[in-house]
Nanobody
Framework: QVQLVESGGGLVQPGGSLRLSCAASGSTFSINFMGWYRQAPGKQRELVAAITSGGSTNYVDSVKDRFTISRNNAKTMMYLQMNSLKPEDTAVYYC??????????????WGQGTQGTVSS
């Protein structure tokens, strides 16, 4: 399977930027989906941005034109560039990857989460 480790969270003022990184190790060749989720206090975890094995990207409406998801071809690194940040973007951000190894069931991996706080 795959192990994920996030980094890059922190405190930023409204209008500022943060860049989150997710390092993947293990059977990264079996990844067919990668994404960033976030969970704010008292709210459900939501999918913020996703990128498929073919490179197609999708974003939740609230972050379109502000956030950009990307990864390297080896699928060992994934990034989330967050610009024009708003207080409502404050959350714990989680890296997620899914895939399937030949002859086995599908797998679903999560990172430990990184806190992003937008406040003046």
């Amino acid at each position: 399977q795959v192990q994920l480790v996030e980094s890059g969270g922190g405190l930023v003022q409204p209008g500022g930027s943060l860049r989150l990184s997710c390092a993947a190790s293990g059977s990264t060749f079996s990844i067919n989906f990668m994404g960033w989720y976030r969970q704010a206090p008292g709210k459900q975890r939501e999918l913020v941005a996703a990128i498929t094995s073919g490179g197609s990207t999708n974003y939740v409406d609230s972050v379109k034109d502000r956030f950009t998801i990307s990864r390297n071809n080896a699928k060992t690194m994934m990034y989330l560039q967050m610009n024009s940040l708003k207080p409502e973007d404050t959350a714990v951000y989680y890296c997620n990857a899914r895939g399937k190894l030949v002859g086995t069931t599908s797998w679903d991996a999560w990172g430990q989460g990184t806190q992003g706080t937008v406040s003046s």
